[in-house]
């Protein structure tokens, strides 16, 4: 975090702030442990407190690094370094994939951070006056900075286990008709539990300009109830859940779902 946080406060005449060097050390170690914190969370990782607490330690330790004669070019690296022993401690090292998913996830959180946070800095603090920028007096304080990190990381948290929960009901299918082949994308949805003659029904938002025997499948839904047209189909391959046999499939325009022509059945996930 020492990478945009050492001119990160000003004065109100817009000169740099008298900063001290136990409270960015006690900054780095709280947005460090933020870090940390989100990614065992995104990650789902077992770990315990107190090595998010080391590892968070060791982190806030970087900013000493900043009173060394080194070049910037050696100064990064170091940081790099330290970045590395810093979530091996806290994860460990449990293989090489493991562990370059762990620095990964945590060099995406931390440019995720401190984008947004140079963001409001330079939103708040710069005015311009054409294509000339000049700063207005407005600092922002450490205490601004201690409550606002949580709030973004959370709320990055948030979005992170949403698409999750989201990718996990998005399947690649390809369905197949006679000599036709249809390449659609389908969402598994555990709603739709519908068969027909013990064959599970699936449903597309497609026009049907098939020649198969249509079959019409009464069904009952919370809105009300209603007849679907179907078609029986020989083949429908959902990569990632397997290959199902003699399926019907419905057409209906009444589902819209962005990127989605397919409506799974959620019998398919065999739970």
Known sequence: MTLYLGHFFYTVNGGDMTVYIDGLLFLNFY??????????????????????????????LTILVLFWDVSSLELFFIKIYLSFIMCIICFGFKGLKSFLINIGVF????????GFLYFLKDGLTYEHTGILFFKNGFNLSILFLIILSPIILFLYIRQVCFFKRKLKCYFKTNIYIGKDVLNLNGYLDSGNVLCYKKKMVIITNIDNNFRNKKVYIPYIVLGGSGVLECIKVRRVEVVGLGVFEDIYLGFSKDFHLDGVDLLLNGLMRGE
């Open 31 to 60: 947005l460090d442990f933020l870090l940390l914190l989100t990614v065992v969370i995104i990650l789902k990782r077992n770990v315990k407190m107190f090595r998010i607490v080391l590892g968070a330690f060791i982190g806030s």
């Open 107 to 114: 060099y995406v959180v931390s440019m995720l951070l401190g």
